[in-house]
């Protein structure tokens, strides 16, 4: 009889042992995520170039993963408007990230690389331009964030290893 109460008695203490540690919480252990963006494209004198009812602007796109399975490899990008009717791109996920250099295990950087195709109406017909975008992540095992965005090789966007959680917003200029 004592022998069962032993056993009893040690199932009761690891049922609450496991209860104890996988009902704790440690906020530490929690990654945070920080890769939504929000840019729009404007010309050199501030005019929304994504804006179809204004002259000069286009009136179409499309972007590609350029590191895709696929030769043409579609992402989704919205195109959206604010409240005062500057339209712009919600980039959230959807194009292939590769590793552009590991310096440890605990700290990578990620690169993901889309074609844009913009088209306009010139002289009724219909010209377009391709342009580059290059997105780089940071992923350490407290967080995943995009750390820089080049656009057709150029810096358009930049972020501080430490810097908190945002929508990270900028502006191209064409």
Known sequence: ???KLNHI???????VLFLTVSCGSDEDSLQRIDQIMNFSIKSAAGQDLMNPKKAGSFTSYSVNDFNG??????????????TDS???FEYIKGAKRITLDSISPENRTYKSNLTFTLSKIVNNQTVS???QME?????TPTVFQVSQVLYNNKEVFSKAVDAPNAINTFIITK
Do not use: H, N, Q
Not at 9 to 15: P, Q, S, V
């Open 9 to 15: 008695f040690i199932l009761k203490l690891i049922a």
């Open 86 to 88: 500057l339209y712009y």
């Open 1 to 3: 009889m004592k022998s």
């Open 129 to 131: 331009v391709t342009d």
């Open 135 to 139: 997105i780089r992540y940071r992923w």
């Open 69 to 82: 399975t696929t030769a043409v490899a579609p992402v989704s990008i919205s195109l959206r408007m604010t």
